[in-house]
């Protein structure tokens, strides 16, 4: 293996909404000396941060899209994606911890485990990604970085582990003690840069004492060595370093560091942690699909082994196309020729760079464990890349399903053009971004996570593309489902000169118990519907599930059985079964018992513990079930599930109802069915769409 991997990281940074990562990732950079002046994300300067480089994001002070950029800390070379907070703009989290080796937690010291924080420690490990928390704020007005310790061990089941203590709090914050290393820091200078040492202050040394203590106790049950070596009393910093690094890489532990990034404390340490505790690319296990075998291999982390390749993000720039690539195994050259596994397509690299935010840095060759970017390359998110030695697929990131829709109108036909560009443009960059022309009105549909995710979509089509456009109201991502088992026995039959049709085919359809998926089961004994003619038939019953005939939805959580049929010599055919099947479902669709599902979203508020009762108000009266709430110093935390037909325009609810003290976040829960009150509305409200269509 060769000393780069080695000395290789490849980490994300992901947190709550506000927590301070792209701060963190500014502060980074300064001490990298990756840049020579720190800006802030509401920065006066109107700079901005250096990971956000979108103008939306400079306005609104989120990040939105995440970032790359790379730097040097130590001899080791660190990849670092800064990762938007929001959960509209969840895809984003889900692509980077999918090719990433390691990933840092950030956390309000005074808010603690948030209910993003949550989701976000699920992707970590949905990809087994190794991390540590870095308490941040710890100057702010309330930070207790050891509740928010607990905090981690309580709400996410995580073993946290603290390797620091805070030197003062709030406006006394001066730095923090190194428990391995059992000694003192501080940050000195303005712009913290001076890392000074010292003895612990002899007003914490009783309470550093009894943390080490604590430190080495949970550190030794995942050591041997370790815990040979307290015995011996011959337990130096390096071996302790070194069974927390095990441990970690093994999700076994997770180390917690603390400081504050926006007043310039405690980021130096945290680049030491990620680069003794966080795996190289060739310490973390991957694997493939290998094509042709069907068989799932190991990946090599070696530069001399085939080349491998995942696209994971893919983004429009001045330049054109660019593909973000994690290169898994092999090299990648200027010049050299690579394989799309999907397309089978042949591509030419002709530009290869490293990005820093919107900047690019060519570079002549890659190799395993990189993340660099491809320039005018044709090809999609989740697609594998080899260099033509063996076939091989990679599993995709998972791609949540949008939850919101509403309808956009070009103004003029110049706005028609550009319209079309920024969604052909906004599809291919974000799975979660979807796009649609309803085949009753005409209209442009466009779907997404929450109204946020939308928003921005639709403010961007205005400024990037000039596309003067207009929006109609919100949509639910409604869904029907059948209740019952319902039988049919339908016979397709024309003839009309020539060869004619006939297709009969005979079973079932019945609700799937837990899958929300379409399946399809053959149960024909005997050659009745001939072979050939199966996959014809589950493609026409899979044709009608767009579109449900209650209220036009698609159809989720449909399981077909063929029990028999019949075929005719000389006018059975594919396009025959196929129509059989559709006629089947209108035929048996109604007597299955159909209902509409509506998404019930997971909502979280944050607010002062005297708000509450206000809080719980505003869900109650818009169908909340309140799950539960919980209290620590002051702030309270509300969880209820609640429709999201019922959630439009809550912010300026809750805004009013707080004093502007409260934000929420909203993820998808899962479907249930609709208050019948509800679903003769929505039924007689399809019934005029569809009489008004005809109509004209």
Not at 264 to 271: D, E, F, I, R, S
Not at 303 to 329: D, H, M
Request: glycine letters at 8%; aromatic letters at 6%; charged letters at 25%.
């Amino acid at each position: 293996m060769t000393e780069n991997i080695n000395k290789l990281r490849n980490i994300g940074i992901s947190a709550h909404i506000d927590a301070g990562k792209t701060t963190l990732t500014e502060r980074v950079l300064f001490y990298t000396e990756r840049i020579h002046a720190m800006h802030e994300v509401r920065g006066r300067d109107g700079v901005g941060a250096t990971m956000d480089s979108m103008e939306l994001e400079r306005e609104r002070g989120i990040t939105i899209q995440s970032a790359a950029t790379h730097c040097l800390w130590d001899g080791y070379r660190i990849n670092i994606i800064d990762t938007p907070g929001h959960v509209d703009f969840t895809i984003e989290v889900e692509r980077a911890l999918r090719v990433l080796d390691g990933a840092v937690l950030v956390l309000c010291a005074v808010a603690g485990v948030q209910s993003q924080t949550l989701t976000v420690y699920r992707q970590m490990r949905r990809y087994g990604v190794p991390s540590l928390a870095f308490v941040n704020k710890c100057d702010r007005t309330g930070a207790d970085p050891l509740r928010v310790a607990r905090q981690l061990r309580d709400k996410l089941g995580v073993n946290a582990v603290a390797l620091q203590l805070p030197i003062g709090l709030e406006a006394e914050h001066q730095g923090v003690v190194d428990l391995v290393y059992n000694r003192a820091l501080y940050f000195d200078e303005a712009d913290g840069s001076q890392l000074r040492e010292a003895p612990i202050p002899d007003e914490l040394a009783e309470q550093a004492a009894a943390a080490r203590e604590q430190l080495l106790d949970a550190v030794s049950l995942h050591s041997d060595e370790l815990t040979e070596a307290l015995l011996e009393e011959r337990a130096t910093p390096e071996l302790i370093q070194a069974a927390i690094r095990t441990a970690t890489i093994k999700l076994e532990l997770t180390p917690v560091l603390l400081g504050s990034a926006f007043k310039n404390k405690g980021v130096q340490p945290l680049l030491n942690a990620v680069t003794s505790y966080l795996p190289a690319p060739h310490e973390v296990e991957n694997t493939y699909v290998e094509t042709q075998s069907g068989e799932q291999r190991q990946v090599k982390c070696d530069p001399t082994s085939p080349t491998l390749a995942l696209a994971f993000k893919i983004e429009e720039s001045r330049f054109g196309q660019l593909t973000y690539l994690r290169l898994y195994q092999g090299r990648m050259k200027r010049s050299a020729q690579m394989i799309n596994q999907r397309s089978g397509e042949k591509i030419r690299i002709g530009r290869l760079v490293r990005m820093h935010a919107d900047q690019m840095e060519d570079i002549e060759v890659a190799e395993a464990g990189d993340i660099v970017v491809l320039f005018g390359v044709e090809c999609a998110s989740g697609d594998t890349f080899t260099d033509g030695s063996f076939n091989a697929g990679m599993s995709a990131m998972h791609v949540p399903e949008p939850v919101i829709s509403l309808t956009v109108k070009p103004l003029d036909n110049q706005a028609q053009d550009k319209l079309s560009k920024a969604l052909q443009r906004f599809v291919r960059e974000d799975p979660t971004f979807r796009c649609f022309t309803d085949p009753e009105s005409g209209e442009t549909v466009i779907s997404g996570m929450g109204e946020l995710h939308i928003d921005v979509y639709v403010e961007r089509m205005r400024r990037e593309y000039g596309a003067a456009v207009e929006t109609g109201a919100p949509q639910v991502a409604y869904r029907e489902a059948v209740t019952k088992r319902a039988d049919f026995d339908y016979l397709h039959k024309k003839q009309s000169g020539g060869s004619g049709q006939f297709g009969r085919i005979v079973g079932y359809v019945e609700p799937t118990e837990e899958s929300q998926e379409f399946e399809f089961v053959s149960e024909v004994k005997g050659g009745n519907v001939p072979t050939e003619y199966i996959p014809s038939v589950k493609k026409g019953f899979a044709a009608m599930l767009d579109r449900g005939r209650v209220i036009g939805f698609p159809v989720t959580g449909l399981r077909v059985v063929l029990t028999d049929g019949k075929a005719h010599a000389v006018d059975s055919s594919d396009n025959a079964f196929q129509a059989a099947a559709r006629g089947a479902f209108r035929h048996v669709y109604f007597k299955a018992v159909p209902r509409i599902l509506e998404p019930l979203m997971r909502v979280a508020v944050e607010c002062p513990v005297e708000h509450q009762g206000a809080v719980l108000r505003t869900l109650m009266q818009r169908r909340g079930l309140i799950v539960g709430t919980t209290e620590d110093a002051g702030f309270c935390m509300v969880e209820a599930e609640v429709p999201l037909a019922e959630m439009f325009g809550y912010s300026t609810d809750l805004r009013s109802a707080t004093q502007g003290k409260a934000e929420f976040t909203m993820e998808l829960a899962r479907h249930v069915p609709v208050p019948e009150s509800v679903a003769e509305e929505l039924k007689r409200r399809y019934a005029d769409r569809v009489h008004g269509a005809q109509a004209e």
